[in-house]
């Protein structure tokens, strides 16, 4: 089993910047991969980013690109995601994933694990 936590979300200002963490403990050498998502009230969840732990290969959504990075701690076993240029339209509660694909993993059904979200509201 593999356990996430999410920390860093926050009430921020429109043009603001703000760093997630995400924390994975367990089994955590059984997964290849680690996510980004976010979901708005009403909204289906949405992909931002994912990376994955060997190597350096990332990828994000076009929502997000040039704005938002993704990256990680192997040591600490930590996630992160840095936004910065915050819109009032980001404001959800994000999660990150774990996936046990090696391949392209952007879908929800592609993540087996996730966290249980931290809310971020950009204020306009």
């Known amino acids: 089993q593999v356990q996430l936590v999410e920390s860093g979300g926050g009430l921020v200002q429109a043009g603001s910047s703000l760093t997630l963490s995400c924390t994975a403990s367990?089994?955590?050498?059984?997964?290849?991969?680690m996510g980004w998502f976010r979901q708005a009230p009403g909204k289906e969840r949405e992909f931002m980013a994912f990376?994955?732990?060997?190597?350096?290969?990332?990828y994000y959504a076009d929502s997000v690109k040039g704005r938002f990075t993704i990256s990680r701690d192997n040591i600490k076993n930590t996630v992160y995601l840095q936004m910065g240029s915050l819109k009032p339209e980001d404001t959800a509660v994000y999660y990150c994933?774990?996936?046990?694909?090696?391949?392209?993993?952007?879908?929800?059904?592609?993540?087996?694990?996730w966290g249980q979200g931290t809310q971020v509201t950009v204020s306009s």
């Open positions: 994933a774990a996936s046990l694909q090696r391949g392209w993993t952007e879908r929800p059904n592609d993540y087996a694990y």
């Open positions: 990376i994955k732990w060997a190597g350096t290969d990332t």
């Open positions: 367990g089994r955590t050498d059984s997964y290849y991969t």
